[in-house]
């Protein structure tokens, strides 16, 4: 059974890259037709796409966080990854890692998330 | 960018009430929209997907509809457990995709 699980640190540092990995189990990230993605929420508000990447390493990224975002696949670790530069209070959120297939371009499958708090 | 926007921002009813949530794109999005319900401390589950397909599991009184700019999602009669939030997606220019604000569908 597939199952997805975020880690990294719970706590960074204002103007600092956040780092956050998604392990994935119970079948290959190199499958196709799949991408693989990331999601935030900061606190009491709505979910945020931040981007998507297939098993190729093709990466997709919301506009607005662009400039800041890198999206990584470890195919030989069977783990994706996120890093968000020059954070600030405003990238406090809880984090989601998640995989949609190509064909409904929904998410079925999420990570539990992981919150992330941004504070010197 | 699409922008899609979820009315009403609260629904307040009663287990056994009609749901009706509401989702408006700011250009057609033909059929390539989903829903997801949360509840608090949880991660979204996927409900329906392409506007009227219920994923696995997904009970019957679940359905989507609508097509172009918009969408609605229904709920036929609430059960204690469908007090949440819900919220919409669109994947149009795919694997690029925005989310909705959010309903949140609160007991009356």
């Known amino acids: 059974q597939l199952q997805l699980q975020e880690s990294g640190p719970g706590l960074v540092k204002p103007s600092e890259t956040l780092s956050l990995t998604c392990s994935v189990a119970?079948?290959?990230?190199?499958?196709?037709?799949?991408?693989w993605g990331w999601i935030r929420q900061p606190p009491g508000k709505g979910l945020q796409w931040i981007g998507n990447?297939?098993?190729?390493?093709?990466?997709f990224s919301n506009p607005s966080l662009k400039s800041r975002v890198t999206i990584s696949i470890d195919t030989s670790k069977n783990l994706f990854s996120l890093k968000l530069s020059s954070v600030t209070a405003a990238d406090t959120a809880v984090y989601y890692c998640?995989?949609?297939?190509?064909?409904?371009?929904?998410?079925?499958?999420w990570g539990p998330g992981t919150m992330v708090t941004v504070s010197s | 960018e699409i922008v899609l926007t979820q009315s009403p921002a609260t629904l307040s009813l009663s287990p056994g009430e009609r749901a009706t949530l509401s989702c408006r794109a700011s250009?057609?999005?033909?059929?390539?929209l989903a829903w997801y319900q949360q509840k608090p401390g949880h991660a979204p589950r996927l409900l329906i997907y392409d506007a009227s397909n219920r994923a696995t599991g997904i009970p019957a009184r679940f359905s989507g509809s609508g097509s172009g700019t918009d969408f609605t999602l229904t709920i036929s009669s609430l059960e204690p457990e469908d007090f949440a939030v819900y919220y919409c997606q669109q994947r149009s220019n795919w694997p690029s995709l925005t989310f909705g604000g959010g309903t949140k569908v609160e007991i009356k």
């Open positions: 998640a995989t949609a297939s190509d064909s409904r371009g929904a998410f079925d499958l």
């Open positions: 990447v297939y098993f190729i390493g093709s990466t």
């Open positions: 250009q057609s999005i033909s059929s390539y």
């Open positions: 119970g079948a290959s990230i190199s499958i196709s037709s799949y991408y």
